[in-house]
């Protein structure tokens, strides 16, 4: 008997219809003599259409005070999903309980909309797999040490779960989404994407950083700092797939880079439309201005991605960044109000009509050339580059928005993508 975490996607639980196929599921999983811990998430649309109420009566929503309320609201929707849930696996006869992140607890700090996983205490619900039940745990959600409900971001219930995984010890965590497993780049993009078998814990975390949107980040950290076996695959299947089979679908993310597994330079490409840049113009070039301008933007919890300092004239150089572009008004807002004042910057540019687009391959490590091939395809297809960033096992380019396509096709050609790996030898 194992131990296992499922989770499900706003699309797994987007009706009642589909809500009932997933209880189908995890009963079987139960029937089959599996310990089980369903973190679901909000039904499909269903944070949007909170949020927005909340934006009809306060457009502007950034002070802490409206951030918490933000965080009572939101994280209704989950609670909505594991209510029904427990509901629909009871009608199948499994004994089920549902819980909400501040029942569990699953401890947060207090960043509300973006708070981290602390601590979860596991002995409420190991008493309830002990007695038989099938847990149900929201996603998403937590409590600060104040008594505050917090939620964990976009994407937080993969996070949740792969958080649970890890308390529990699970045996394994099973993503389940509206798609396979992972692809080498989206299949919506590009048509002839291929399903990768196994992808490394480290590929994985570059292409959930870069803009993949099958896991989100922090759960693949999670899941590399306390090795949780981690499956994605697809909650669309029949429901009474054989389990031996369902339990080899998907994707797997492994954590040994194993000589059989897929040899390949580039694994898999990786886009992002949601980034803005901002440029410092005519700031000093001394010690020290990357802080000033990074430090306050830093303290307003403002993540920032791609950094170029340009070259000194006169003393004077030119600071370029990008951020989120739900953080780019805010940003602006700060560096006109605070960086520039302090520094005597000349002004501040922008621009919201860019994309990220990055090759990821653990292969990157020991193939020469591969940066400069990315560079031929693109120029070969008249994309401009405005700025690069390079890791051991990845290389991104931010290039004009309206190209985005057009790169991610490029670049899936050139390195053959389409193709299945050669076996090693």
Known sequence: MALIVHKYGGTSMGSTERIRN???????????????VVVPSAMSGETNRLLGLAKELSPKQSTSALLRELDMIAATGEQVSVGLLAIALQAEGC?????????????????YTKARIQSIDDARVRADLAAGRVVIITGFQGIDSDGHITTLGRGGSDTSAVAVAAALKADECLIYTDVDGVYTTDPRVVAEARRLSTVSFEEMLEMASLGSKVLQIRSVEFAGK????????????????DIEEEASSGTLITFEEDEKMEQAVVSGIAFNRDEAKITVMGVPDKPGIAYQILGAVAEANIDVDVIIQNVSHDGKTDFSFTVHRNDYQRTVDLLQSQVVPQTGAAQIMGDTKICKVSIVGIGMRSHAGVASKMFRALSDEGINIQMITTSEIKTSVVIDEKYMELAVRALHRAFELDQEPAAAA
Do not use: N
């Open 95 to 111: 004994e089920a309980i549902s819980y909400t992140g501040w029942q569990v607890p699953v401890q947060t700090d207090s960043a």
């Open 226 to 241: 306390y090795r949780v076996p981690l499956r994605v695959l697809s909650s669309f299947t029949p429901w009474d797939i």
């Open 22 to 36: 997933v209880a189908k599921r995890v009963a079987k999983w139960a029937r089959a003599g599996h310990q089980m």
